[in-house]
């Protein structure tokens, strides 16, 4: 039975509540060839889209999760799929029939079915530099594949801090829900941005920098001594972590101001 069978049969009194709990707990998880479970039901339980981490997966894994996932739901991310991988990648999902969002700087990819509409919140999102652009990308896809609009500007780090404050005026104005500040070598950007907004902001530490506190370790220990309250820290190169805390931020925002919004496709 499908999610809504379920329901109209539980309304009906057809079926009891604790048969229903059974069979909607029955649907939620969809297993492929005995190797992997797909959370089918992720994105009505908690609005969070099923994410395929490839970088430690086969090639013919990741094709056979791709077309089980998406013969369930409408859209997919495939997240930092290797080199060699990518290309084939792209072929398979266009033999699909699906569209193909990418990310620049990025091996990530946003798979869907019909449009994703922007009926959800609005989130910022920034770089220190352009190095830090692949991981802000993968917050990006992250954000629209949750119905969320985006409002990007990249490498406006404290090295040119004159740069940041246009775009800060525009995201104020814009309404943001949250910001996402993605920002390698000593992460200052974070707390610079978190200091000069009433907004939730989320930084992403990069494994951007030289010698001693390199791969991340110092923007991360920067961003997790941050003084500036308002600011929470997800691990270093999560772009998909932050994408998903900052548009469940700005679709609860949006939920709160109506309460008609759902979290469908």
Known sequence: MEIHEI???????????????????????????????????RRKRRGIPEVVFAETKELDEIKK???????????VIVSRIKKEDYPKILVFVKRLKVKVETGKNSSSLLLFKKPIKFHGGKVGIMTAGTSDIGVAEESRLMCKAMNCKCITSYDVGIAGIQRVFPILKKMIN?????????????GALA???????D???????TSVGYG????????????????SLGLSVVNIDNGIAAGGIAANIA????KKNNSRWNFQD
Do not use: H, W
């Open 191 to 197: 707390t610079l941005v978190s200091t000069l907004v």
């Open 174 to 186: 814009e309404d943001v829900d949250c910001i996402i500040v993605a920002a390698g070598m000593e």
């Open 7 to 41: 329901l109209e049969a539980l309304k009906e009194g057809k079926i009891s509540v604790n048969n229903a709990k059974k069979l909607l707990s029955l649907y939620s998880i969809e297993e492929v060839e005995g190797f992997v479970k797909i959370d089918i039901n």
């Open 212 to 227: 001693y506190g390199e791969k991340g370790i110092a923007a991360l220990a920067s961003m997790l001594q941050s003084c």
């Open 65 to 75: 999760i791709i077309k089980k996932t998406l013969e369930k739901t409408n859209s």
């Open 251 to 254: 679709n609860r925002a949006i």
């Open 199 to 205: 907004i939730p902001v989320i930084g992403i530490p």
